[in-house]
Protein backbone atom coordinates (compact mmCIF):
# COMPACT_ATOMS: atom_id res chain seq x y z
CA UNK A 1 0.00 0.00 0.00
CA UNK A 2 1.41 3.28 -0.65
CA UNK A 3 2.13 5.93 1.83
CA UNK A 4 0.65 8.59 -0.27
CA UNK A 5 -1.03 8.99 -3.93
CA UNK A 6 -3.43 11.10 -5.64
CA UNK A 7 -6.27 9.70 -7.39
CA UNK A 8 -9.74 11.66 -9.03
CA UNK A 9 -12.23 12.48 -6.24
CA UNK A 10 -15.38 10.98 -7.46
CA UNK A 11 -17.30 9.92 -10.80
CA UNK A 12 -18.31 12.87 -12.81
CA UNK A 13 -18.40 14.11 -16.12
CA UNK A 14 -17.61 17.89 -18.09
CA UNK A 15 -18.26 18.93 -21.35
CA UNK A 16 -16.52 21.62 -23.24
CA UNK A 17 -17.09 23.02 -27.22
CA UNK A 18 -14.11 23.28 -29.26
CA UNK A 19 -15.27 24.41 -32.76
CA UNK A 20 -18.82 23.34 -32.66
CA UNK A 21 -17.38 19.65 -31.47
CA UNK A 22 -18.81 18.63 -28.06
CA UNK A 23 -16.00 17.06 -25.72
CA UNK A 24 -17.41 15.34 -22.84
CA UNK A 25 -14.84 13.77 -20.29
CA UNK A 26 -16.00 11.04 -17.95
CA UNK A 27 -13.72 10.31 -14.98
CA UNK A 28 -13.63 7.40 -12.34
CA UNK A 29 -11.59 5.59 -9.89
CA UNK A 30 -10.99 1.92 -11.03
CA UNK A 31 -8.08 -0.50 -9.03
CA UNK A 32 -7.91 -3.00 -11.83
CA UNK A 33 -7.96 -2.96 -15.69
CA UNK A 34 -11.06 -5.05 -15.69
CA UNK A 35 -12.95 -2.28 -13.82
CA UNK A 36 -11.36 0.36 -16.11
CA UNK A 37 -12.59 -1.74 -19.32
CA UNK A 38 -16.07 -1.65 -17.94
CA UNK A 39 -16.38 2.00 -17.01
CA UNK A 40 -14.93 2.07 -20.67
CA UNK A 41 -17.68 0.23 -22.32
CA UNK A 42 -20.24 1.48 -20.55
CA UNK A 43 -20.00 5.41 -21.23
CA UNK A 44 -19.78 3.84 -24.86
CA UNK A 45 -22.89 2.40 -24.59
CA UNK A 46 -24.49 5.10 -22.75
CA UNK A 47 -22.88 7.37 -26.00
CA UNK A 48 -23.35 4.60 -28.95
CA UNK A 49 -24.17 7.49 -31.25
CA UNK A 50 -21.00 9.32 -30.56
CA UNK A 51 -18.23 10.32 -33.15
CA UNK A 52 -15.58 8.61 -30.48
CA UNK A 53 -14.93 7.56 -27.13
CA UNK A 54 -11.47 8.05 -26.31
CA UNK A 55 -10.11 6.64 -23.33
CA UNK A 56 -6.92 6.67 -21.23
CA UNK A 57 -6.28 4.88 -17.68
CA UNK A 58 -3.13 4.38 -15.26
CA UNK A 59 -3.81 1.91 -12.79
CA UNK A 60 -1.41 0.35 -10.11
CA UNK A 61 0.76 1.28 -7.62
CA UNK A 62 4.07 1.68 -10.19
CA UNK A 63 1.34 2.89 -13.09
CA UNK A 64 2.20 -0.98 -14.28
CA UNK A 65 -1.01 -0.87 -16.39
CA UNK A 66 -1.07 2.05 -18.77
CA UNK A 67 -3.28 2.15 -22.09
CA UNK A 68 -4.48 5.32 -24.19
CA UNK A 69 -7.56 4.46 -27.51
CA UNK A 70 -7.86 6.63 -30.24
CA UNK A 71 -11.12 5.23 -30.86
CA UNK A 72 -10.73 6.17 -34.83
CA UNK A 73 -9.18 9.48 -34.62
CA UNK A 74 -5.77 9.78 -36.31
CA UNK A 75 -3.19 7.75 -34.26
CA UNK A 76 -2.00 9.35 -30.73
CA UNK A 77 -3.91 12.24 -30.80
CA UNK A 78 -6.53 11.41 -28.36
CA UNK A 79 -6.09 8.42 -26.17
CA UNK A 80 -2.52 9.48 -25.45
CA UNK A 81 -2.67 12.88 -25.17
CA UNK A 82 -5.13 12.17 -22.70
CA UNK A 83 -2.73 9.69 -20.66
CA UNK A 84 -0.25 12.22 -20.32
CA UNK A 85 -2.57 14.78 -18.15
CA UNK A 86 -2.99 12.05 -16.21
CA UNK A 87 0.85 11.34 -15.67
CA UNK A 88 1.21 15.14 -15.32
CA UNK A 89 -1.10 15.51 -12.34
CA UNK A 90 0.54 12.73 -10.93
CA UNK A 91 -3.15 10.44 -10.63
CA UNK A 92 -3.24 6.91 -10.25
CA UNK A 93 -6.01 4.44 -10.08
CA UNK A 94 -7.66 6.55 -12.91
CA UNK A 95 -9.73 5.96 -15.90
CA UNK A 96 -11.31 8.51 -17.99
CA UNK A 97 -13.09 8.57 -21.26
CA UNK A 98 -13.44 11.54 -23.17
CA UNK A 99 -16.68 11.40 -26.06
CA UNK A 100 -16.91 13.41 -28.77
CA UNK A 101 -19.47 14.74 -31.04
CA UNK A 102 -18.44 16.30 -34.32
CA UNK A 103 -19.38 19.39 -34.90
CA UNK A 104 -18.32 19.52 -38.47
CA UNK A 105 -14.46 21.35 -38.47
CA UNK A 106 -11.65 19.31 -38.52
CA UNK A 107 -9.09 20.55 -36.22
CA UNK A 108 -6.12 19.09 -37.66
CA UNK A 109 -3.69 16.37 -35.78
CA UNK A 110 -2.03 19.68 -33.50
CA UNK A 111 -5.67 20.61 -32.84
CA UNK A 112 -6.69 17.48 -32.00
CA UNK A 113 -4.30 16.74 -29.30
CA UNK A 114 -4.89 20.29 -27.51
CA UNK A 115 -9.17 19.02 -27.60
CA UNK A 116 -8.42 16.08 -25.64
CA UNK A 117 -5.52 17.12 -23.26
CA UNK A 118 -7.97 20.29 -22.27
CA UNK A 119 -10.66 18.18 -22.14
CA UNK A 120 -9.06 15.75 -19.38
CA UNK A 121 -7.88 18.91 -17.73
CA UNK A 122 -10.47 20.87 -17.14
CA UNK A 123 -12.39 17.98 -17.01
CA UNK A 124 -10.48 16.74 -13.58
CA UNK A 125 -10.79 20.31 -12.61
CA UNK A 126 -14.18 20.48 -12.30
CA UNK A 127 -14.47 16.81 -10.82
CA UNK A 128 -11.82 17.13 -8.22
CA UNK A 129 -8.83 15.54 -7.41
CA UNK A 130 -7.62 13.94 -4.14
CA UNK A 131 -5.06 13.06 -2.29
CA UNK A 132 -5.05 9.83 -0.26
CA UNK A 133 -2.88 9.32 3.06
CA UNK A 134 -2.24 6.18 4.50
CA UNK A 135 -3.48 5.98 8.02
CA UNK A 136 -3.19 3.79 10.86
CA UNK A 137 -6.40 4.03 12.95
CA UNK A 138 -5.09 4.01 16.83
CA UNK A 139 -7.92 3.05 19.43
CA UNK A 140 -6.73 4.80 22.80
CA UNK A 141 -9.33 3.39 25.35
CA UNK A 142 -9.89 5.64 28.46
CA UNK A 143 -12.13 6.02 31.83
CA UNK A 144 -14.82 8.85 30.96
CA UNK A 145 -12.94 11.28 33.37
CA UNK A 146 -10.61 11.49 30.83
CA UNK A 147 -12.49 12.55 27.80
CA UNK A 148 -13.16 16.55 27.81
CA UNK A 149 -9.43 16.90 28.50
CA UNK A 150 -8.15 14.24 25.34
CA UNK A 151 -11.02 15.60 23.37
CA UNK A 152 -9.32 19.58 23.55
CA UNK A 153 -6.07 18.22 23.27
CA UNK A 154 -7.21 16.47 19.98
CA UNK A 155 -8.97 18.93 18.38
CA UNK A 156 -5.55 21.18 19.04
CA UNK A 157 -3.54 18.89 17.29
CA UNK A 158 -2.40 17.72 14.14
CA UNK A 159 -4.84 14.42 14.26
CA UNK A 160 -7.78 13.63 13.20
CA UNK A 161 -10.41 12.14 14.97
CA UNK A 162 -11.89 9.83 13.25
CA UNK A 163 -14.78 8.22 15.97
CA UNK A 164 -15.75 8.16 19.70
CA UNK A 165 -17.74 4.98 21.17
CA UNK A 166 -19.20 5.28 24.06
CA UNK A 167 -18.72 1.91 26.02
CA UNK A 168 -18.04 0.52 29.27
CA UNK A 169 -14.97 2.87 28.90
CA UNK A 170 -14.72 5.55 25.89
CA UNK A 171 -12.99 4.82 22.69
CA UNK A 172 -10.95 7.05 20.70
CA UNK A 173 -10.69 6.07 17.09
CA UNK A 174 -7.69 8.19 15.80
CA UNK A 175 -6.34 9.03 12.52
CA UNK A 176 -2.44 8.86 12.41
CA UNK A 177 0.48 8.29 9.62
CA UNK A 178 2.60 5.70 10.20
CA UNK A 179 5.50 7.06 10.72
CA UNK A 180 3.95 8.88 14.26
CA UNK A 181 2.51 5.64 15.71
CA UNK A 182 5.10 5.72 18.45
CA UNK A 183 4.88 9.21 19.32
CA UNK A 184 1.11 9.17 19.49
CA UNK A 185 1.41 6.69 21.65
CA UNK A 186 3.64 8.28 23.87
CA UNK A 187 1.64 11.60 23.70
CA UNK A 188 -1.60 9.60 24.96
CA UNK A 189 0.69 8.11 27.62
CA UNK A 190 1.65 11.43 28.76
CA UNK A 191 -1.47 13.01 28.40
CA UNK A 192 -3.67 10.41 31.01
CA UNK A 193 -0.69 9.84 33.30
CA UNK A 194 -0.42 6.35 32.05
CA UNK A 195 -4.51 5.38 32.36
CA UNK A 196 -4.86 4.45 28.67
CA UNK A 197 -5.08 1.41 27.15
CA UNK A 198 -3.56 2.12 23.32
CA UNK A 199 -3.98 -0.63 20.41
CA UNK A 200 -4.05 -0.31 16.56
CA UNK A 201 -7.30 -0.58 14.52
CA UNK A 202 -7.29 -0.78 10.70
CA UNK A 203 -5.07 0.09 8.08
CA UNK A 204 -7.32 2.95 5.69
CA UNK A 205 -6.71 6.21 3.52
CA UNK A 206 -7.81 9.30 4.32
CA UNK A 207 -8.91 11.72 2.04
CA UNK A 208 -8.09 15.65 1.37
CA UNK A 209 -9.03 17.65 -2.02
CA UNK A 210 -6.14 18.91 -3.76
CA UNK A 211 -8.61 21.05 -5.78
Avoid at 138 to 156: F, I, Q
Wanted: with cysteine; aromatic share 10%.
Amino acid sequence: MLPQYNTVKQYGEHEIVIQKSRFICYAQRATTEEEAQAFIQDIKKKNWDATHNCSAYLIGERDQFQKANDDGEPSGTAGVPMLEVLKKRGLKDTVVVVTRYFGGIKLGGGGLVRAYGKSVSEGLNEIGVVKRTLMQVMHTKVDYTWLGKLENELRNSVYQVKNIHYLDQVDIEVYVEEGQVAAFSEWMTELTNGQCDLSKGDLTYLEEDVN
